[in-house]
């Protein structure tokens, strides 16, 4: 198993482009959610989906849009990058069997630079 | 409003000493405590977690100590390691991976 895989890496954007951070899950998980990390602020929800067809806004959404058209695959769409959206963002999944521990897994990244 | 507030922000700490991070919670509502590992340029991964209905939980080096009438709870590392330099992120959840994290702390451990 990959595990939970993002896409690009890092990435530079000019204010007002737009962009897509992919995220994939080979784990068969119902449960996925992007998180934004910060210095000094931990990692903040963005948004969350609890299985195909089903997304709901986390903390801080604003900006920002989400889709899950497949188990596997949960994108995070930046409308009009602006420079307050510079940060790391994160992508998570849990399985439905993992209900009782409600773990996380992580992916390993993706660093945004918007100029 | 940031619901789960977690201190210190950085902390150091000699090889083979104890390192204690605290964390304390507003809503009563949250059922499941985990505490996360994150080194730089990794993903947080689960390091330990604790349900309210009990006071304490260890595994290995790691404890955490849950207190529910105070809200708090926090994390005990013992015999730290210089490998156990991370950063550490505790986090509370009411429903199924709806995470709220904690600031996060820097560990840096001394050789």
């Known amino acids: 198993n990959a595990g939970v895989t993002q896409t690009p890496k890092f990435q530079v954007l000019k204010t007002g482009q737009s962009m897509t951070l992919q995220c994939a899950q080979d784990?068969?998980?119902?449960?996925m959610s992007w998180y934004r990390q910060d210095p000094g602020m931990g990692l903040r929800l963005i948004h969350y989906?609890?299985?195909?067809?089903?997304?709901d806004q986390g903390e801080v959404p604003n900006g920002y849009n989400v889709s899950r058209s497949t188990t596997e695959d949960f994108p995070l769409r930046l409308l009009s990058a602006a420079p307050s959206q510079t940060s790391v963002y994160f992508c998570?999944?849990?399985?439905?069997?993992?209900?009782?521990?409600?773990?996380?897994?992580f992916g390993p990244g993706t660093r945004l630079t918007v100029t | 409003q940031q619901q789960v507030k977690q201190s210190p922000q950085s902390l150091i700490v000699q090889k083979g000493g104890i390192s204690i991070i605290n964390c304390a919670y507003e809503?009563?509502?949250?059922?499941?405590f985990p505490w996360y590992q994150q080194f730089p340029g990794k993903g947080p991964a689960l390091l330990i977690a604790?349900?309210?209905?009990?006071s304490e939980k260890k595994e290995g080096r790691f404890t955490i100590s849950f207190n529910k009438s105070a809200k708090q709870f926090s994390l005990h590392i013992m015999d730290s390691q210089p490998g156990d330099s991370a950063t550490y992120f505790c986090?509370?959840?009411?429903?199924?991976?709806?995470?709220?994290f904690g600031q996060g702390t820097i560990l840096t451990v001394h050789p």
């Open positions: 998570a999944s849990t399985g439905a069997g993992r209900a009782s521990t409600y773990e996380q897994y």
């Open positions: 784990m068969n998980h119902e449960y």
């Open positions: 989906s609890v299985g195909a067809g089903i997304t």
């Open positions: 809503n009563t509502a949250f059922d499941y």
């Open positions: 604790i349900r309210p209905d009990v």
């Open positions: 986090a509370a959840a009411t429903s199924y991976g709806k995470l709220t």
